[in-house]
């Protein structure tokens, strides 16, 4: 059965940082493409950050330079390193695994996806 659990989520305060993370089971996690989303009340969800099985990374332009995304295969765990928190990055944040993904931050690529973790950047 694939799972996969997000946690890392809560309140902060702008320009503060937060470590999402992400554990995987039930897949071969190395041989897959991971992608986190995110998805604020009113919008559709938008891909912010992914990292290919061979580690190459693509950022979404609004988080490029803040946040960093990175995994560890040996934990089936995925990151996402997130700086220089802004209000506008209040959102439920998602991880997404997808075996033969081409637009890396395109949602419809992802095969599996988590539940969620809320992240609320207060002012």
């Known amino acids: 059965q694939v799972q996969l659990v997000e946690s890392g989520g809560g309140s902060v305060e702008v320009g503060g940082s937060r470590r999402l993370s992400c554990t995987a089971s039930g897949f071969t996690y190395s041989r897959y493409s991971m992608g986190w989303f995110r998805q604020a009340p009113g919008q559709e969800r938008e891909g912010v950050a992914a990292i290919d099985s061979d580690g190459s990374t693509t950022y979404a332009d609004s988080v490029n330079g803040r946040f960093t995304i990175s995994k560890d295969n040996t934990k089936n765990t995925l990151y996402l390193q997130m700086n220089s928190l802004k209000p506008e990055d209040s959102a439920m944040y998602y991880c997404?695994?997808?075996?033969?993904?081409?637009?890396?931050?395109?949602?419809?690529?992802?095969?599996?996806w988590g539940q969620g973790t809320q992240v609320t950047v207060s002012p």
């Open positions: 997404a695994a997808g075996l033969y993904v081409a637009d890396r931050l395109r949602q419809i690529e992802y095969n599996y």
